[in-house]
């Protein structure tokens, strides 16, 4: 018997219909709706749908998203320019090679957003510049690419959590030095790789980003730069200053022999 619904029976989805179910699922996974199994096996039914109905079935049972809980801040109007709040202003400690150890911090005044999701299926999706992050971001590519860039961000005080899960796709977080990086992730199939200056050592308050997810079939990449630093200079400076730590300890080793 074939199915009616408001729709008409067995009325096909569209790929638009389909990001949206999946958005929404990245949504109720960020706000802890969904463990990370029911997360990745309600994604699976939605690329499998073919009917409207089979992707309303995807959301069923799952909380209603309010229009609050979908911003994910606290009320203030966002600001285009930046990504947060209008009106914010950070104390601009930018990192530099002359000031290597710090960051922009945050107005204390600015409220921060707690939740943010940034998406990226068969397109690509970038944050970077004076952007405000949420005291939680879930980061998801699925053949495509999701850019986290922190090194102009307006960073709140404590810790920062970002979640990204890379399938048949890459997400990219770049920090900036002196800010504390945790890492814990698994990667089948893929990899989940951290290359951050051990030798630059966090300030007692300085903020903390703790990064943690899977890569399935495509790459996480966690990396140190300056703000406007490419990859190649970020290696060619490295290089240097591992050369310029070598004759300290040869000259300091020369030393202690006198």
Sequence with gaps: MTEHTADGPEQPDSPL???RVVEALCDHYARDHLAMDEFERRVDRAHRARTRA???EVLSGLPALTGSESDGASGVPADPRTGGEAGGTGVARMASPENPRS?????????????????????GRVRKGGWIP??????LAMMGGVELDFREAQLPP?????????????????VPPGVRVETDGFAL??????????YESAEPDAPVIRISGFAFLGGVDVTCRYAGESPR????????DQRLRREEQRRLNRGDEV
């Design 54 to 56: 089979e992707l309303r």
């Design 17 to 19: 219909e389909r990001d």
């Design 134 to 139: 949420a005291r939680r971001i879930l980061g």
């Design 233 to 240: 200079q970020a290696r060619r400076r490295r290089k240097e």
């Design 103 to 123: 960051w922009i911090a945050l107005d204390p005044g600015i409220p921060v957003p707690e939740r943010q999701t940034e998406i990226a299926i068969f397109s």
């Design 189 to 198: 199939l893929g990899g989940f790789d951290e290359d951050v200056d051990i």
């Design 158 to 174: 404590g810790e920062t959590r970002v979640v990204v899960m890379a399938c048949m796709g890459g997400v990219d977080v770049v």
